[in-house]
């Protein structure tokens, strides 16, 4: 079955305890990127990669960091995350003609951070 | 910098009228656009896109949205609305050139139906 996977789903962290949200794509799509979405402003493009080892900055970066090592990954780390990026976040994968086409994503990962 | 307005937070509709989303676009190149809607819960789901052509585009669920330069706007439309469509709808902006990839979404529009 054709998916985008999250990890974890939810999570509940202290400031400044570094975590990994991972996410991973079986549909060997090149285009991936990172969102998050928080009430009234909708989602925001914080990472995304058109292939391995490319990536670029989305609307959001601050306090996140990606890498693409493998076509299938691309995990999403936040060194030391503070209250404020408390959010739902989201992956999504495209195919090599990138975020124009149809992007899947995946079923989302609810981060707080106390 | 790229931006996407939807002046409507929040539209109420009764089911069978038509319907009529606003959204307003900021972009110096021609732009790509988006419409995806989200149900509760859930991901999102991509409605329809514009890249060129034709400046009405037809999606999916009986959806349509019309590109107007002049106007900076991409509006969705329905003609005969269902209430399997209340969700959240979000427009969206692409940016083409060196931030190919690059994406922004306006802050939503929240759709109820009234049966």
């Known amino acids: 079955e054709a998916q985008v996977t999250q990890n974890p789903r939810y999570l509940i962290t202290v400031t400044g305890k570094k975590l990994t949200v991972t996410c991973s794509q079986n549909?060997?799509?090149?285009?991936m990127s990172w969102y998050r979405q928080d009430p009234g402003l909708g989602l925001r493009q914080i990472y995304y990669?058109?292939?391995?080892?490319?990536?670029d900055k989305g609307d959001v970066p601050e306090g996140y960091k990606v890498s693409r090592k493998e076509k299938r990954n691309f995990p999403l780390i936040l060194e030391s995350p503070s209250p404020n990026q408390t959010s739902l976040y989201f992956c999504?994968?495209?195919?090599?003609?990138?975020?124009?086409?149809?992007?899947?994503f995946g079923p989302g990962t609810r981060l707080t951070v106390l | 910098a790229q931006s996407v307005t939807q002046p409507d937070i929040h539209i109420t509709v009764s089911e069978g009228a038509s319907l009529e989303l606003r959204c307003n676009y900021s972009?110096?190149?021609?732009?790509?656009l988006f419409w995806y809607v989200q149900s509760p819960g859930q991901g999102l789901q991509l409605l329809l896109k514009?890249?060129?052509?034709?400046?009405l585009v037809q999606g999916i669920k009986g959806f349509e949205a019309e590109f107007k330069r002049s106007q900076s706007s991409f509006n969705l439309r329905k003609p005969s609305v269902h209430w399997s469509d209340a969700a959240e709808y979000f427009c969206?902006?692409?940016?083409?050139?060196?931030?190919?990839?690059?994406?922004?979404f306006g802050q939503g529009t929240i759709l109820t139906v009234h049966p």
């Open positions: 999504a994968s495209g195919q090599a003609s990138g975020y124009t086409d149809t992007q899947y």
């Open positions: 549909m060997n799509h090149e285009y």
């Open positions: 990669s058109m292939n391995v080892e490319v990536t």
């Open positions: 972009y110096g190149a021609t732009p790509y």
């Open positions: 514009y890249f060129s052509g034709d400046t």
């Open positions: 969206a902006v692409g940016a083409g050139g060196t931030s190919y990839g690059k994406l922004t």
